[in-house]
Structure formats: structure tokens, C-alpha cells
């Protein structure tokens, strides 16, 4: 079994503590963590962790989501955890670019039988949102791809969000280094200049939440 990804600020021993006391990974997403490790390992840590599957799970159930759609799937287990919560008949739209990291993705929806919810086009993320109706009908919205772009999708998203509608957007502590002095990479930096902006923007109200690599949760006023 391959190490469980965890939230990057957790001892082993807390992270051990959070999980027995969670919604556990089942048998398809434990698979597709082993399956991640085994296929794409120099990559797998792009994988979130299972705390935070089990958020957006719990999350997308509480806001009774109907049409969701995430920017940069990887291997599919935050759209699996996205898909699972969604109301009957509800569909999640998958954005990304990689053949090989879908494939994965394609297998463990299948494995859970919730493939039917799930669009996945490849294509540039940012092409994929242009060409969606410009109506705010979107109940949540999941941003983990590329940092330089984030801007550009939340500007995207955020008009065709429905009021009271959810933006999630991973990786918004970059490791802790944000909230360090001295000099970050472009990603680092792409980042930090995203939170700015958002907590400038008086459309939405957020905040950081301590998982995961940091997750920002967004709800459209």
C-alpha cells in the first residue's frame, strides 16, 4: 500500500489520529492512491489528500450541488469525492490535458459506477470554460491546475457561479512558504498574487482553510 498523502503541516501521528476518526478512504479510492504511487510517482503528490476528499464529499452533499465542474483532475480522486456528492442527475465537468493521468481517473470512476456524472474534456482548461454558457447555473467549482492560471479561471468561474455558489481552490498555502519571508518560486508567487486578489474582491466571501496543501472555500454573495 502506498503512504497516504496527508495535509503537509500534520505529524504522522495526528495525521494517523484524523483519519481514524474520518470518513476513511474506501476500497476504489485506497486503489487509486496505491494506483497513483505505482503509475505516476514521481507526480503523485499532486493527489489530494483523503481529508479533503472526504470534505468535498460532505461539502457538494450539504450544498445539494446539481452541475459542478473542476479545473485539472490529475488521476480523479477529487472528482470521484466531487461526483459521489452530487444530487441524482447531477453532473461534474472535468478540464484537463493529460491522457495518461485521466486514464487513472476513468478507471476509478468506473470501479465506483459514478462514470455517468462525469464529462471529462481535454482540452485547455480556459478554451473549455470560454465555451460554457455564460449563465450562473454552476452550484460548485474546483480549481487544481496550473498556479499561473488561477486568476484566469476564477475569473471565468466566478460569473457563472449561482449566488451562494462555491469556489474550492487547492494549494493556496504553497507549503506554508507564503507565510515566510525571503523569495518564492513563480508558482509561489502566482499564488500569493491570487489571494490578494480574492480577499480584495467584494463579490465573494472566504477563507483558508488548514487542509490539504490549504484550500480556499469561496461562496459568491
Not at 498556479?147 to 449561482?162: G, H, Q, V, W
Amino acid at each position: 500500500m502506498a503512504e497516504t498523502p496527508k495535509s503537509f503541516f500534520l505529524t504522522p501521528e495526528i495525521s494517523s489520529y484524523l483519519l481514524a476518526h474520518s470518513t476513511p478512504p474506501d476500497e476504489v479510492l485506497q486503489r487509486l492512491i496505491d494506483e497513483t504511487h505505482a503509475r505516476v510517482a514521481e507526480q503523485a503528490g499532486m493527489q489530494i489528500s483523503p481529508e479533503q476528499g472526504a470534505f468535498m464529499t460532505l461539502l457538494t452533499r450539504l450544498l445539494n450541488v446539481e452541475r459542478a465542474v473542476e479545473v485539472g483532475t490529475f488521476t480523479g480522486y477529487s472528482s470521484l469525492c466531487i461526483a459521489r456528492g452530487l444530487v441524482p442527475g447531477g453532473r461534474l465537468l472535468c478540464c484537463d490535458v493529460s491522457e495518461q493521468w485521466t486514464a487513472l481517473a476513468r478507471e476509478a470512476w468506473a470501479q465506483a459506477r459514478i462514470d455517468d456524472r462525469i464529462e471529462l474534456r481535454l482540452a485547455p482548461a480556459i478554451e473549455t470554460l470560454r465555451d460554457l454558457s455564460p449563465e450562473p447555473n454552476i452550484d460548485l467549482a474546483f480549481i487544481d491546475a496550473d498556479k499561473e492560471s488561477y486568476a484566469a479561471y476564477y475569473d471565468e468561474l466566478l460569473p457563472r457561479i449561482r449566488p451562494n455558489g462555491v469556489l474550492l481552490v487547492d494549494n493556496t498555502l504553497w507549503h506554508g512558504r507564503l507565510a515566510q519571508p525571503g523569495d518564492i518560486d513563480g508558482d509561489g508567487e502566482a499564488i500569493r498574487a491570487f489571494n490578494d486578489m480574492v480577499i480584495a474582491d467584494d463579490r465573494v466571501e472566504s477563507t483558508i482553510l488548514t487542509v490539504g496543501d490549504g484550500l480556499t472555500i469561496i461562496r459568491k454573495r
